[in-house]
């Protein structure tokens, strides 16, 4: 069973060991195509302009991750044949990432005994995990509900099974986001300004997974000047832009560096 350890610092992470991350979704809230949306993107055959709202799986040494849980969980977890999970970390507590929680429950009885699954997050968005499922913590619950066990995140490494997970702070406007680095990949989502020590958290990633929204700028999400300027900052060996709206235009349209590229729903990378 998953555990966590928040008893002060972990080794630093290895970057060495082997990981595979699986794009889920790459869209943003509203995902790709837009309801009653006629653009060009949206009316798009492009199956990598098809974009469910963004969610990763990562998987290291037999362990399986999930960072998000947004509305179109069930049809991610379908579409790439996902039969178990270990545990389930969480960025903010915006419906677009944490909306599919429910359906998580097939992972709890898949097991006899059911068993719980564990969420990691700071403590605003376990609270807010708990008022949306709230018929999920009651003394008497309905059968068949989600199984839940909480463990609040702060500012230390944390072990799942033998993966260590370094949060990294970001912030979505004014609202505190949980980036998560794990061996040599960072992945970040919904960030708008990273403090100078979070960054040094970031530092020697060999991926770097972070939110590029639209070209033009935006309050509270990176666009992508913003995004490709902190890939420059930090020098990963291979960067991955995702939370992608229909405003960036077409997957075939978007030009990057020679070691960055958009995400797509469906795309493994391996470390």
Avoid: W
Wanted: with cysteine; glycine share 6%; charged share 20%.
């Amino acid at each position: 069973m998953p555990t966590g350890n928040r008893h002060g610092p972990l080794l630093s992470p290895n970057i060495n060991c082997a990981v595979q991350l699986t794009f889920l979704g790459t869209g943003t809230s509203q995902g790709v195509p837009v309801i009653a949306c006629t653009c060009a993107v949206c009316r798009s055959n492009d199956p990598r302009d098809k974009r469910t709202r963004t969610s990763v799986l990562v998987e290291v040494n037999g362990t399986r991750l999930l960072i998000d849980a947004g509305p179109d969980l069930r049809q991610q977890m379908l579409r790439e044949g996902i039969s178990d999970l270990d545990a389930v970390l969480l960025t903010h507590e915006h419906m677009d990432h944490i909306a599919g929680l429910d359906d998580t429950r097939a992972f709890s009885f898949v097991h006899e005994p059911p068993r719980d699954i564990p969420i990691y997050a700071n403590r605003a968005t376990l609270e807010a995990v708990k008022r949306v499922y709230s018929y999920a913590f009651k003394t008497s619950r309905y059968p068949g509900v989600p199984r839940f066990s909480m463990h609040p995140v702060g500012d230390s490494p944390f072990m799942i099974a033998d993966v260590e997970v370094r949060p990294v702070e970001v912030m979505h406007l004014h609202m505190p986001v949980l980036g998560f680095r794990i061996g040599g990949l960072t992945y970040l989502t919904d960030a708008k300004t990273i403090a100078a020590s979070e960054k040094q958290k970031m530092l020697g990633s060999r991926v770097l997974v972070v939110n590029a929204l639209r070209r033009k700028e935006h309050i509270s999400h990176f666009n992508l000047e913003e995004a490709l300027a902190l890939i420059g900052e930090l020098a990963p060996e291979r960067a991955y832009l995702t939370h992608i709206s229909h405003l960036m235009g077409t997957h075939a349209s978007v030009h990057l560096p020679a070691n960055v590229a958009l995400a797509y729903d469906g795309l493994k990378v391996d470390l």
